[in-house]
């Protein structure tokens, strides 16, 4: 009897041991499988994150930059030619300008049919109409950070020297209404030889100083002065 209890114990001791035995190896293969899912998640969302980095860099490639969208914009806006509208004597004209880069400073303007842009001496160029070189524009341009102030007082001071009263007639020209214009100060004197105006604005990064000599009879300052007005960097 006791042998045969003997027996049983060791036949349930076996059997415990065969069952551990199952669920560890259940176990381990669980473990197992878990492990070899979770692998193949990390490969598939590394792989996700390598295409979507790979599209974004393509994607960044293929943007244009900013700054050459900017350049290509100005170059567009500043073609070979323009039309410009501007008064003549009595009459109102539109006709086509030229580009012209300074020789000596750094600017462009678009120059009408009929008149020539030249360096007058450093820091300043002239801008007369063929027709009559005494009816000429003077040109100079400073940076941004110039003193605007003393400029329009020079301005106007060279204006009133041989005595007189400047006026303004910044709404008497279509530099006023021009595209880029800004802090704008125009006046004008008549006297016997003839009409000076002068103009002071920004534009584009610059500060500049028009002078216009006219005279009653030719009517060329509103011509010159839109000239003037498209003054942009080179």
């Known amino acids: 009897m006791q042998l045969k209890w003997k027996h049983l114990s060791l036949s349930a001791a076996a059997v415990l041991m065969l069952a551990a035995c199952g669920t560890a190896e259940e176990e381990a293969d669980n473990n197992q499988d878990t492990q070899m899912e979770q692998e193949e998640t990390a490969d598939q969302n590394q792989g996700s994150e390598t295409d979507e980095g790979t599209e974004k860099e393509a994607s960044d490639e293929n943007a244009p930059d900013e700054e050459d969208t900017e350049v290509s914009e100005q170059e567009e806006a500043r073609g070979p030619e323009r039309e410009l509208t501007y008064q003549s004597g009595t009459s109102q004209q539109t006709s086509q300008a030229k580009l012209t880069k300074s020789d000596e400073m750094d600017y462009s303007i678009y120059v009408l049919d009929g008149y020539q842009l030249t360096s007058e001496e450093p820091n300043k160029d002239v801008l ?18 110039a003193d605007y102030t003393m400029l329009t007082e ?22 006023a209404e021009s595209d880029g214009i800004e802090e704008l100060v125009i006046r004008q004197l008549e006297t016997e030889e003839g009409v000076t105006t002068g103009a002071v604005f920004m534009k584009d990064g610059m500060t500049v100083r028009l002078t216009v000599f006219d005279k009653p009879e030719a009517g060329q300052t509103d011509a010159l002065l839109s000239m003037g007005a498209t003054i942009g960097q080179k």
């Open 128 to 145: 007369y109409w063929n027709e009559d070189e005494q009816v000429f524009m003077r040109i100079e341009t400073f940076g941004s950070d």
């Open 154 to 175: 020079q301005m106007v001071g060279s204006l009133e020297f041989d005595g007189g009263e400047a006026a303004d007639v910044s709404g008497e020209y279509s530099l």
